[in-house]
């Protein structure tokens, strides 16, 4: 079935580090969309990629979709304390009305 | 303005009861998507709800059943649980545009904790 892999499943940073992480569809998809879930939380909206190529940028984050549409990163620059949690992609084939998502990358801040 | 609101935020049930789950959507939305999310792991999609039909249905048993009413608000029933159906039961709501087959940003409830002894 059609899978969105995402990597790494955790990354430890020291605040003020950059972190990044990717996705990659099995399938092209028409859209992909990015979520941020705090510990003990629910996912929460950032942003929507829909065109090939595509660079968006909120503040430090950083927000590609890929020239084939098949892949995603988000790379946040100089992390801090308030990013940590769990960032999810979530893709859309064709007129699927579902989302596809990744496992997840959980950002973690170093002591 | 009040967001997305879900009903219970945790319960715990038996195997092989049946359970229901509400969700309110935020106001001007006229979609509901439920999703189960296990610990560690992304949302898994359930169904989708538009005009009180379902529109979409992922990879999951019969006993997983659903309703949209008038005003919007979704139930999720489940039948015959089973320890594998303890999870994070999130409901999203959003705005069904124009577009055939298009989604777009989805609002999550702070979800339904359900545990399956």
């Known amino acids: 079935g059609q899978q969105v892999m995402q990597i790494p499943q955790y990354q430890h940073v020291q605040e003020g580090e950059d972190f990044t992480t990717y996705c990659n569809s099995s399938t092209t998809l028409s859209n992909i969309q990015w979520y941020k879930q705090r510990p003990g939380g629910h996912p929460v909206f950032l942003i929507q990629l829909v065109k090939s190529g595509e660079v968006k940028k909120q503040k430090r984050l950083t927000f590609q979709f890929g020239e084939a549409k098949k892949n995603s990163s988000l790379h946040i620059t100089a992390t801090q304390t308030t990013d940590v949690g769990t960032y999810f992609c979530a893709g859309q084939v064709d007129s699927n009305y579902q989302l596809i998502w990744g496992a997840g990358t959980k950002l973690i801040i170093k002591p | 303005d009040a967001g997305v609101t879900q009903s219970p935020t945790h319960l715990i049930k038996t195997r092989g009861q049946q359970v229901t789950l509400r969700c309110s959507p935020k106001?001007?939305?006229?979609?509901v998507s439920w999703y189960q999310q296990a610990l560690g792991q992304g949302p898994q999609f359930i169904f989708q709800?538009?005009?009180?039909?379902?529109?979409q249905r992922g990879n999951f048993p019969d006993r997983f059943s659903g309703h949209q009413f008038p005003n919007y608000s979704s139930e999720l029933n489940v039948n015959a649980l089973l320890l594998g159906d303890s999870a994070l039961y999130l409901c999203a709501s959003s705005f069904s545009s124009s577009v055939l087959g298009y989604t777009g940003e989805l609002f999550f409830g702070e979800g339904s904790r359900l545990t399956v002894l």
């Open positions: 709800y538009y005009e009180e039909e379902e529109r």
């Open positions: 106001s001007g939305h006229d979609t």
